[in-house]
């Protein structure tokens, strides 16, 4: 049996938006698959080794994002110092990112 699904395009939200709604309705059918074959999110008592290389890598990502935030300011910086009117623009989407980073996407994935 076949669902035939009509959308009305109005410009590229219209197209984008059943795409993004079917990636996650896919994405929520998966995890669900995961979470009923047993999939629990903690580490079997047996693990010790990978939970140590995950918490590596793990406070590797976290200082390789804090250098990165810090130089993207530090280039915005200059280019607010040499006069350019974006890069008042350029500081709120960095910050923005940031929040998404540490706030919103940790509190999505709990």
């Known amino acids: ?5 009509t ?12 795409i993004a709604a079917g990636f996650g309705l896919a994405g929520a059918v998966r995890l669900a698959a995961l979470q009923a074959a047993g999939l629990n999110g903690t580490a079997p008592p047996s693990a ?3 939970k140590q290389l995950v918490s590596t890598l793990t406070s590797n990502w976290e200082w390789l994002i804090a ?13 607010v ?6 890069g008042i623009d ?3 989407r960095i910050g923005t990112g940031v929040v998404l980073i540490l706030v919103v996407i940790p509190a999505v994935l709990k």
Do not use: D, K, N, Y
Not at 7 to 18: A, F, S, Y
Not at 67 to 79: N, Q, R, Y
């Open 67 to 79: 250098t990165g935030i810090g130089l993207a300011f530090m280039i915005v910086a200059g280019m």
């Open 7 to 18: 959308v009305r395009c109005r410009g590229i939200l219209g197209l984008i938006t059943p």
């Open 90 to 92: 350029h500081v709120f």
């Open 48 to 50: 010790g080794e990978w």
């Open 81 to 86: 110092i040499a006069g350019s009117q974006r």
């Open 1 to 5: 049996m076949s669902v035939l699904i």
